[in-house]
């Protein structure tokens, strides 16, 4: 006995060691601080420059949201199906590429819906719409020196936006605030040739009343030119386009220029939220926020992922050792084999079950009602307060004034229970059909009687 307390005491003390050991040598990574030079867009991100209020307000508004940890052309398998929209914000952490793009635009064409929150979105994600190309072009770059947790600097002399038209995107929107770094969505109809159209390149330049017509095809265009209609203008800050949407076989490419709109620090003024809530809330089903680019993709285990950073899994690592080098060490045989310690096969309970056996045969289905009954009427009248002798009746109504049982119900049963014992006639399948409700009143009432006989019985023999 003693040798094995120096055992545990010296493995206590090697793990008190270690904890101190991997404690001293580790040291915790500084958080980075939010800035819109290198922004964090992240749904997990509660900083200024992240869109965790946005995705924690949608959940909790009974919207149906997930982070999708996974690459994008995952879309396309039977996870996709469930998806309405894919929401992408910011420039993402990992790059998109090619096969990606691929996958992802053919999900839309399938009839998603894709929403692209960027000063910059990737080429290969805006794809030729029956000829209309989409651009987006810097107003203003991020510099060092603006803080994007201050509202005020981020909105220096911006006028706020106004909508277009009336639209599902645009609606309960009065006015939405950008920041002053917001950039503006061209689009224009490009020729054969690979050049612009004259008369629709200048389409995005001009004033509302021109700009109009450039959302839908000209007039001169055929019945097959009908079929895929022009971007639609949104919202506009002045002559500069800030929001548009525009068709992608069955389903639609939503782009927004400006991811402070969503952001954390952004999303509360004017009427960001609502416009916010319009754009991914417009198709019924499942809202993904896109996680795998932002750095948090599904690439280790769930447990592994939540301690990884900490000095847990190495403190893990090494007692996992510790015991494996300690079962090894005692494992080891030192002197000649023993002979294995004969255990008694004779269970405590053996004469429970020949009682039960010896009542089964002889059909003394009311004497198995009496054992059982007998201790459940003794707990009930206890969980009511009252004595053993007290009428059934009494016995019911104040078990039922502390549960959620009726009053009658258990009265019928505990009459019926003591009528079979009293010698009226009852088969096999009634006698189980009677015990068994019996049960099912003390797991309702939490006694805990068939555990506590046993416990009871074993002791006694």
């Given at each position: 006995?003693?040798?094995?307390?120096?055992?545990?005491?010296?493995?206590?003390?090697?793990?008190?060691?270690?904890?101190?050991?991997?404690?001293?040598?580790?040291?915790?990574?500084?958080?980075?601080?939010?800035?819109?030079?290198?922004?964090?867009?992240?749904?997990?991100?509660?900083?200024?420059?992240?869109?965790?209020?946005?995705?924690?307000?949608?959940?909790?508004?009974?919207?149906?949201?997930?982070?999708?940890?996974?690459?994008?052309?995952?879309?396309?398998?039977?996870?996709?199906?469930?998806?309405?929209?894919?929401?992408?914000?910011?420039?993402?952490?990992?790059?998109?590429?090619?096969?990606?793009?691929?996958?992802?635009?053919?999900?839309?064409?399938?009839?998603?819906?894709?929403?692209?929150?960027?000063?910059?979105?990737?080429?290969?994600?805006?794809?030729?719409?029956?000829?209309?190309?989409?651009?987006?072009?810097?107003?203003?770059?991020?510099?060092?020196?603006?803080?994007?947790?201050?509202?005020?600097?981020?909105?220096?002399?911006?006028?706020?936006?106004?909508?277009?038209?009336?639209?599902?995107?645009?609606?309960?929107?009065?006015?939405?605030?950008?920041?002053?770094?917001?950039?503006?969505?061209?689009?224009?109809?490009?020729?054969?040739?690979?050049?612009?159209?004259?008369?629709?390149?200048?389409?995005?330049?001009?004033?509302?009343?021109?700009?109009?017509?450039?959302?839908?095809?000209?007039?001169?265009?055929?019945?097959?030119?009908?079929?895929?209609?022009?971007?639609?203008?949104?919202?506009?800050?002045?002559?500069?386009?800030?929001?548009?949407?525009?068709?992608?076989?069955?389903?639609?490419?939503?782009?927004l220029s400006d991811p402070f709109i969503v952001a954390n620090d952004g999303i509360n003024l004017q009427d960001n939220l609502?416009?916010?809530?319009?754009?991914?809330?417009?198709?019924?089903?499942?809202?993904?926020?896109?996680?795998?680019?932002?750095?948090?993709?599904?690439?280790?285990?769930a447990l592994v992922s939540y301690f990884s950073g900490t000095p847990i899994l190495a403190i893990g690592g090494q007692i996992?050792?510790?015991?494996?080098?300690?079962?090894?060490?005692?494992?080891?045989?030192?002197?000649?084999?023993?002979?294995?310690?004969?255990?008694?096969?004779?269970?405590?309970?053996?004469?429970?079950?020949?009682?039960?056996?010896?009542?089964?045969?002889?059909?003394?289905?009311?004497?198995?009602?009496?054992?059982?009954?007998?201790?459940?009427?003794?707990?009930?009248?206890?969980?009511?307060?009252?004595?053993?002798?007290?009428?059934?009746?009494?016995?019911?109504?104040?078990?039922?004034?502390?549960?959620?049982?009726?009053?009658?119900?258990?009265?019928?049963?505990?009459?019926?229970?003591?009528?079979?014992?009293?010698?009226?006639?009852?088969?096999?399948?009634?006698?189980?059909?009677?015990?068994?409700?019996?049960?099912?009143?003390?797991?309702?009432?939490?006694?805990?009687?068939?555990?506590?006989?046993?416990?009871?019985?074993?002791?006694?023999?």
């Amino acid at each position: 006995m003693r040798q094995r307390f120096v055992i545990i005491l010296m493995f206590l003390l090697a793990i008190v060691i270690l904890i101190a050991i991997n404690s001293f040598a580790y040291v915790q990574e500084e958080d980075k601080q939010d800035s819109e030079t290198a922004p964090n867009r992240s749904s997990y991100n509660a900083g200024a420059t992240g869109t965790r209020a946005f995705y924690d307000l949608l959940s909790e508004s009974g919207y149906k949201v997930t982070r999708w940890r996974e690459p994008s052309d995952r879309l396309l398998g039977a996870g996709g199906e469930k998806v309405a929209t894919f929401v992408i914000i910011g420039r993402p952490a990992l790059s998109i590429d090619e096969n990606e793009a691929k996958g992802l635009l053919l999900w839309v064409q399938h009839g998603g819906r894709l929403v692209l929150i960027d000063r910059r979105p990737s080429e290969m994600l805006l794809p030729r719409s029956d000829g209309w190309e989409i651009t987006t072009e810097f107003i203003g770059y991020p510099n060092f020196n603006i803080d994007p947790a201050d509202q005020q600097q981020m909105t220096q002399d911006v006028k706020a936006a106004r909508p277009m038209q009336p639209t599902p995107l645009t609606r309960e929107v009065a006015s939405v605030m950008p920041s002053r770094f917001y950039s503006e969505i061209k689009f224009f109809r490009a020729t054969k040739d690979g050049n612009k159209d004259s008369e629709n390149a200048n389409a995005s330049n001009n004033n509302d009343e021109e700009q109009a017509p450039s959302h839908l095809l000209s007039s001169k265009s055929g019945p097959s030119d009908l079929t895929p209609p022009a971007p639609v203008v949104h919202l506009s800050v002045g002559d500069k386009n800030l929001l548009l949407d525009y068709p992608h076989g069955r389903g639609r490419i939503v782009v927004l220029s400006d991811p402070f709109i969503v952001a954390n620090d952004g999303i509360n003024l004017q009427d960001n939220l609502q416009l916010a809530i319009n754009l991914v809330s417009t198709n019924n089903g499942l809202i993904a926020f896109d996680e795998f680019h932002q750095g948090r993709g599904n690439t280790h285990n769930a447990l592994v992922s939540y301690f990884s950073g900490t000095p847990i899994l190495a403190i893990g690592g090494q007692i996992a050792l510790l015991i494996v080098l300690i079962l090894w060490t005692r494992g080891r045989r030192f002197a000649r084999p023993l002979p294995l310690p004969r255990v008694d096969r004779r269970s405590t309970l053996e004469f429970v079950a020949s009682m039960a056996e010896l009542q089964e045969r002889a059909k003394a289905f009311d004497l198995a009602i009496e054992n059982i009954y007998g201790r459940t009427r003794r707990v009930l009248a206890r969980y009511a307060g009252v004595e053993y002798n007290t009428s059934r009746k009494e016995i019911a109504a104040r078990v039922a004034a502390r549960s959620s049982l009726q009053a009658h119900s258990l009265e019928t049963l505990m009459r019926q229970a003591e009528e079979a014992i009293n010698g009226a006639p009852i088969s096999e399948r009634q006698s189980i059909q009677l015990v068994k409700r019996l049960r099912e009143v003390e797991n309702a009432l939490g006694l805990r009687m068939r555990s506590r006989q046993v416990k009871q019985t074993a002791q006694n023999i």
